[in-house]
């Protein structure tokens, strides 16, 4: 870059640096909070080695009970989603005590979760994890509530099993996740070769979720779909007008 | 399919690798304190749900920068989409106790909060670049990479941007001065 910011003009940004970046606690709070919403989301392609480790998750309410069976039915993506269903569905299976982080880090009592699902799920959530999801950012409801505060990242490993279902609850029933589902199944679809109900679950996703956060995979999805069914130049006009928009076309609109 | 044989990335390791660049980021693109918990975990979601897309045309950092910078925007609409309809301050943090930290606390919110208000005297475009650039230290070549903008829009923006911010410390030390 040719130009250079002024030094006093430097020195706010590099305070701002400092001071915008979050602490180590507070990225293992997010952190908590990140795989808490993956894990009340049903086992994702995205990272079958967390699907798989997150299995402990208890998401035996109405709506995850829609979207197994809706996956079973389908069968997509072959074993791997049926046996985090078969997994997930009995409800109360508890983690084994074990030291991989990944598992003990995500308890997921800081999750934040929509009003309306708190209050669906209220009368199972523990009276102590509640008050701390929403004031703490700390590490949650585990730490707190064994009343040890400053163990480092590393040595937060073993865990006693725990009854956490609620916030999984919640989680599953968050809009983020209803809109996760959606797009999973269309992806689900076209992956197994049925484009056309791709089609149908994207034209879902489009309805209820029109400012939704996945609104661009969404595209791209479509975009697959559409070179799928042979609709390319449908494709070729929605695609989005970037990088990946481009990727998509050369690679699925191509090749037979 | 194509995805099924990658080698899939480890979302975890991407988290830790990219996640204290990432809440950065955010804040700096104009996504309030008081959201970036829900933000964060937002932006997080869309990238374990796409990382068996990632494809390595872009590096990590650069691909995962786009996807925050889309998610952010959309924020940074939405915020300014309420203020419009009733004008309250949307990140009213609260201070921090009278601890032994509470000083030193407030220091960084200061930091935080002159930075925050001086970028957002920048058009938005020219903000992001600025953000990337300045914050965080990217290329041009990486900004171009992760905003899908040319390197020469680039360059253009940060020079334009450069000069914003420093109208802005102006004004912002002209007020002061008067006061």
Known sequence: ??????????????????????????????????????????????????????????????????????????????????????????????????????????????????????????PAQDSVSAPAAQNMPARGGVSFARSSSSRSASTFAVAPPQPIEAPQVAAAESRLAQEVALVRLARSSLQSGAPNVALLHLDAHVRDFSDGVLAHESTLLRVRALCALGRADEARTLAPNDAEGAAVLSQACTTP | MELATDPKPDFLAVYRTHAEHVVRTARAFGVPASEIDDVVQEIFVVVHRRLADFEGRSSMKTWVTGIVHRVASRHRDRIRAAAARHDSSADADEFPTTDEDASKALERKEAAATFLRLVEQIEDSRRDVFVLAELEGFSAQEIAAALDVNVNTVYSRLRLARDDFEAALGRERAKRGTR
């Open chain 1, 1 to 122: 870059m040719t130009d250079e910011l002024r030094e006093d003009a430097t020195a706010i940004v590099r305070a701002a640096r400092d001071a915008l970046t979050p602490t180590s606690a507070e990225l293992t709070a997010h952190e908590a909070r990140v795989l808490a919403a993956i894990r009340g989301i049903p086992g994702d392609a995205g990272a079958p080695t967390h699907a798989e480790s997150l299995v402990t998750s208890a998401t035996n309410t109405a709506l995850a009970k829609k979207v197994w069976l809706a996956l079973a039915f389908m069968a997509v993506g072959g074993g791997g989603y049926l046996f985090g269903a078969s997994g997930r569905t009995d409800g109360r299976r508890e983690s084994v005590p074990r030291t991989s982080s990944t598992v003990t880090r995500a308890e997921p009592d800081v999750q934040r979760v929509p009003a309306e699902a708190t209050e669906a799920v209220a």
